[in-house]
Every structure is written in structure tokens, then in C-alpha cells.
């Protein structure tokens, strides 16, 4: 309500918003490719064994059929191979991976 009440607001929240979501191509990379920068997590990670994370969701016991990195609600795909997860800030996680915190949503 109060957005249309002030036009100028409105105007500039959407520059804004348009303006960041072009920021990383004016830089001449996608924001896919900015992740793909960032290192694999180990295994040996303590955040990673926290919630069990294997590199491939085969090895994972407790996985069932169709759950890995790629499809989990978590994942954001950094390439083809790999991606960043919000549980590993700075972080990737394999593609093919698996851990216990796996969604759906
Ligand atoms: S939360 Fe999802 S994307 Fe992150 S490691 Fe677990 S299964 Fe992979």
C-alpha cells in the first residue's frame, strides 16, 4: 500500500533488484559460474560429517533411490558436476553426493 503511494520507492526498489540480479553478467560470468570457484567440502569436514555427507549418494546406507545433491531443495548448480548447498557456506558439494539433510521441498 505504501509502495503505491510512493511511485519513486517503488521505481527505485525495482532498479535495485534488477540491478543486482545483472551485476555478476556485467562482470562477464554467471552467477553459476561464480560458485564454481569455491572448493569441494571434504568428507572430512566436521559441518560435512555432521550430517553424513558422502560424495557419492551410492555409498550412502541411508539414501534412498533418487536422492542426491542434484535434486535436493538445498542444492544450487554451480556445474555440471558440482554445486553450492545453503548447509556449506564457501562450500560445493558433488552433484552425485548425499547427506542426511537431504529435501525434497
Ligand atoms: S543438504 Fe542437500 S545439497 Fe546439501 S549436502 Fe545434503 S543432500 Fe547435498
Redesign the pocket.
Known sequence: MNELRNPGRRALLKRTAVGLSIAPLALGRSPAALGADLPL?SEQDPA?KA?H?LED?SRAKEATSG???SN????GAAGAKQ?T????PGKL?KAA???????GL
Open positions: 567440502i560435512a550430517v555427507y549418494a536422492t542426491d545433491c535436493c531443495s538445498l542444492y554445486g548447498c545453503t548447509l556449506f558439494v553426493g548425499w547427506c542426511s539433510a537431504w529435501s
